[in-house]
T-cell receptor, first 112, second 111 residues
Framework: GNSVTQMEGPVTLSEEAFLTINCTYT??????LFWYVQYPGEGLQLLLK?????DKGSNKGFEATYRKETTSFHLEKGSVQVSDSAVYFCGMTTDSWGKLQFGAGTQVVVTP | DGGITQSPKYLFRKEGQNVTLSCEQNLNHDAMYWYRQDPGQGLRLIYYSQIVNDFQKGDIAEGYSVSREKKESFPLTVTSAQKNPTAFYLC??????????FGQGTRLTVV
């Protein structure tokens, strides 16, 4: 069946370090892919998305490229800030309504 | 501003009680969803609805019930049959493959 797998956390980084969070998917058909961010005690916010192969989603310095050949959608940021500390969820949808399936989430902790 | 509103933000339930969590959206989205999040865990789908007066069970529907009488509203009832209801509950809505929008969540605690 369909599934999303992302790297386990926590990921601890110093400010200005490079961040990568791996995400791979298994799906029939051609899913749309997403990264969401969750700050403590809050709901999820859409960070970026890509709807077809080779699309690159970007927002707030974060980027992810939809790689069909490796079924991946890894999240990257070149220089993290303390304010990027949060839980990041990789998600996908394979239906036209947009019902999402998520990975387990990766906690990122950025220290000054 | 368009968005999704969940209420209350915090909710306390006594053993054996039913409680209802509210979710309202003014985004004109057809589909709405309820997810459960346990500490340090991912999101699990409880119920979803793609059209008024119709809804489907998700992965963990036992002990929960929903209704969808209006497009804007998708309340979730946590019944006494749910043995471990303490969790963070998130409501979301979507209109297509472009991504879902989430509310701010309701934290339910059994006392």
């Amino acid at each position: 069946g369909n599934s999303v797998t992302q790297m386990e956390g926590p990921v601890t980084l110093s400010e200005e370090a490079f961040l990568t969070i791996n995400c791979t998917y298994t799906a029939t058909g051609y899913p749309s892919l997403f990264w969401y961010v969750q700050y403590p005690g809050e709901g999820l916010q859409l960070l970026l998305k890509a709807t077809k192969a080779d699309d690159k989603g970007s927002n707030k310095g974060f980027e992810a490229t939809y790689r069909k050949e490796t079924t991946s959608f890894h999240l990257e940021k070149g220089s993290v800030q303390v304010s990027d500390s949060a839980v990041y969820f990789c998600g996908m949808t394979t239906d036209s309504w947009g019902k999402l399936q998520f990975g387990a989430g990766t906690q990122v902790v950025v220290t000054p | 501003d368009g968005g999704i509103t969940q209420s209350p933000k915090y909710l306390f339930r006594k053993e054996g009680q039913n409680v209802t969590l509210s979710c309202e959206q003014n985004l004109n989205h057809d589909a709405m969803y309820w997810y459960r999040q346990d500490p340090g865990q991912g999101l699990r789908l409880i119920y979803y609805s793609q059209i008024v007066n119709d809804f489907q069970k998700g992965d963990i529907a036992e002990g929960y019930s929903v209704s969808r009488e209006k497009k804007e509203s998708f309340p979730l009832t946590v019944t006494s049959a749910q043995k471990n209801p303490t969790a963070f509950y998130l409501c979301a809505s979507s209109i297509n493959e472009g991504g879902a929008f989430f509310g701010q969540g309701t934290r339910l605690t059994v006392v």
